[in-house]
């Protein structure tokens, strides 16, 4: 299981401080986020039972995305200050689990995913926990995309048909999907006037953007219009939209096997004084 930190730990976050819920410990560091971050994590882990976990994290704002289009993400404005101190506490907490943390910086969590959900041995089947919608595009015959769903415990599932059955299209058409129609949370405008229902519908007719481009006098004069007015953007959103499977980053099973040390899980959170979440540690039996 690869866990995408950032969108856990964004959605905990949220989901208390709404309501003024930092959980500031006596040191004055917030907490509420990992602590929520710790019971989506467990409560998957419970569910699913994987072998092997291991979290992918961002490294800081600035990609190869930023590189190519500096206004990727730029509608996004600075971390809250009680989440700051939190993105190097919910590391320490993974690493009291012996589960490992990875990042590279230039990249996204996503981009580590995608690598190593690629990478991994064909017997190896791969599930994705996540929030976000981006990741879809790396669901295949071994990888599964689970997507947190409101409260905890609640997931929606997707593998390549449960995905076609709901979309209309199949995991790969997803970058494809993105580059027409844009994406105004990563802050990319795709072809304007081009929304989710006419994309979906040309790459149910044409496939792929290079389908629909060898195909313009086959689609009406409006949509040939937009297209062909924003294709140096339509080619730019492809290349945000696609997560980079070849980065230079690593995993192995023995370093991911998944064997918690109750006690040291329970030290760690005795020190950041979270408190009642020693009912999610599972004994050494249960992991079994």
């Not at 990875?102 to 990478?119: F, K, L, M, N, S």
């Not at 041995?121 to 994705?128: C, F, G, K, N, Y």
Request: glycine share 8%; charged share 25%.
């Amino acid at each position: 299981m690869l866990v995408d930190g950032m969108a856990l730990l964004f959605r905990a976050f949220y989901a208390t401080a709404v309501t003024g819920q930092f959980m500031i410990n006596t040191k004055g560091v917030p907490t509420n986020g990992v602590q929520g971050f710790v019971k989506h994590m467990m409560t998957a882990i419970g569910k699913f039972n994987p072998s092997h976990v291991a979290v992918c994290w961002d490294m800081g704002s600035k990609t190869f995305r930023t590189e190519m289009f500096p206004d990727y993400k730029a509608n996004r404005g600075e971390a809250p200050i009680e989440l700051i101190p939190q993105f190097e506490l919910v590391k320490e907490v993974v690493e009291a689990f012996d589960i490992p943390n990875i990042g590279v910086p230039g990249y996204e969590a996503d981009d580590c995913i995608g690598t190593i959900a690629r990478t991994a041995h064909e017997d190896v089947r791969v599930s994705i926990l996540t929030g976000d919608k981006d990741i879809l595009q790396l669901i295949n015959d071994r990888t599964s995309v689970i997507l947190l769903q409101k409260g905890y415990g609640n997931y929606q599932v997707h593998n390549r048909d449960s995905l076609y059955n709901e979309k209309g299209i199949w995991p790969e058409q997803m970058i494809d999907l993105k580059a027409l129609m844009g994406d105004p949370s990563d802050n990319y405008p795709g072809v304007k006037g081009i929304g989710e229902k006419t994309a979906i519908k040309l790459l149910q007719q044409f496939d792929n953007v290079e389908g629909i481009l060898e195909n313009l006098n086959s689609i009406t004069k409006s949509q040939r219009a937009k297209i062909e007015q924003d294709l140096e953007m339509l080619h730019l959103s492809r290349q945000l939209a696609a997560i980079k499977c070849d980065v230079e980053v690593s995993c192995s099973l023995e370093t991911a096997s998944l064997q918690i040390n109750r006690e040291k899980v329970l030290n760690k959170f005795q020190e950041v004084e979270f408190k009642g979440l020693h009912k999610f540690i599972p004994n050494e039996k249960e992991l079994a």
